[in-house]
């Protein structure tokens, strides 16, 4: 950003000594077409002498002298301003004024403290998803461990003995009178 107030501040200094040049070039133009206006009057004038007063081919030799000196005429500059730079200087003294480094210093200070108040606000909500997490988990693991306890604590013996008996078709009136049924059915 320093080098952005530095740059404006060359193209200022170049901007001036542009100006000042540029004046001085006028000035000369303007001294230039003074003079060659008293020149070229001079000149005229001796040129009417020459040809009124000579001999034939020194009249003709000042005939065509005079038709050249016709022909030179200096380029008029057209300049609508000869403060062009003013315009310039105006528009980097509004860029100046703006302060626009400043604003970008501004603008990231504010951008990082945003940035830092959000880096925090993630911090503390992962901490508070940490704790719930772990919270969570403890409540999982006394869990399992009463479930497992009260698994322990059936007995699967009687359990067994009732499924034993129930499936086995030797000592199960029930399963016999199921299978007899079932024959009987089919039959029919």
Do not use: W
């Not at 170049?14 to 009057?41: D, G, P, W």
């Amino acid at each position: 950003m320093n080098s952005l107030v530095a740059d404006a501040g060359e193209i200022h200094q170049s901007l001036l000594e542009t100006n000042k040049q540029f004046k001085q070039i006028i000035a000369e133009y303007s001294q230039f077409e003074v003079e060659y206006s008293r020149m070229r009057q001079t000149l005229t004038d001796e040129l009417r002498q020459c040809i009124n007063d000579e001999i034939d081919s020194v009249k003709a030799l000042c005939h065509k002298a005079e038709k050249v000196l016709e022909d030179i005429v200096p380029i008029r500059l057209k300049i609508a301003s000869n403060n062009f730079a003013e315009d310039v200087d105006m528009a980097l003294e509004v860029v100046t004024a703006a302060n626009i480094p400043q604003l970008l210093g501004d603008t990231v200070t504010r951008f990082t403290a945003m940035q830092d108040r959000l880096q925090s606000e993630v911090d503390k909500k992962i901490h508070s998803s940490q704790a719930v997490l772990k919270q969570i988990a403890d409540n999982l693991f006394v869990i399992a461990e009463k479930v497992s306890t009260q698994i322990r604590q059936v007995n699967f013996d009687t359990l067994y003995d009732i499924v034993a008996y129930a499936s086995d078709s030797k000592d199960n009136p029930t399963v016999k009178y199921l299978g007899y049924r079932f024959d009987n059915h089919i039959v029919y």
